[in-house]
């Protein structure tokens, strides 16, 4: 895997409450994980993995912010989901193509958790629990892949920015100043909402005029739940 040559290989003792392996698994089987993982340390913008690199092993964050994209065309990107502490990333890689759909770049300083293929297989086959979640988290994450789809498709753009803005909130939370707890670019944004830039820029002027949110650099506020929560769900009678 070309992308783990560049990574720096990082000490780290295992989550055992919220990393998704580790938290599944029988407890006669985590001294095997312990054997078998490798932590790596990555720097912000850089990538875990590459859409179109082959499938050698699966990456779990354990410290860290990272977003899961796929190429839209020559100059464009579609931001799928982000991924935190405790999440998985790598499993769409799971299939009979073995090469990555995706790719997952660090939002800020990360340290994953790497798993090789093999030795995932053989955790899936003594591991009951982590299957069973792991099939519920595939049914989650295809639903709203298409609840997303038909959202882009039918939903008028302000509602899919308040929607992203709301999604956000409910994934990180917010810091002590009332921000929401990741840091995007604009263009990121953006992308996780289906927008250009200009659009996104325009409906952000407009939402902060009218109080329902505010921004500052790459953080963002929502000022006004009740109004952005209702702005969504008439956007969504669209999308029926």
Known sequence: MLTVLFMKEYKASCDLERCFLCSRCLKDWLPAVAVH?????????????????????????????????????DEKELIIRFAKS??????????????????????????VCYIDMPFFQSTLAVNFNLVSDLLRFFANELQESERRMRNMVHMPVKARIAQALLQLQQQFGADEEGYIDIELSRQDLASFSGASYETLFKVINELSAQRMMKASGRRFSILNMRKMTALVAQGRDYAI
Do not use: C, M
């Open 37 to 73: 993982k490798k932590n790596y340390r990555i720097k912000k913008g850089q990538p875990l993995f590459t859409e179109g690199e082959a499938v050698k092993g699966i990456y779990f964050i354990y410290e860290g912010k990272a977003k899961v994209h796929k190429r839209w065309d």
């Open 86 to 111: 405790g999440d998985i990333v790598g499993h769409l890689g799971l299939g009979n193509d073995p090469y990555f759909p995706v790719s997952a770049t660090a939002l800020e300083p990360v340290t």
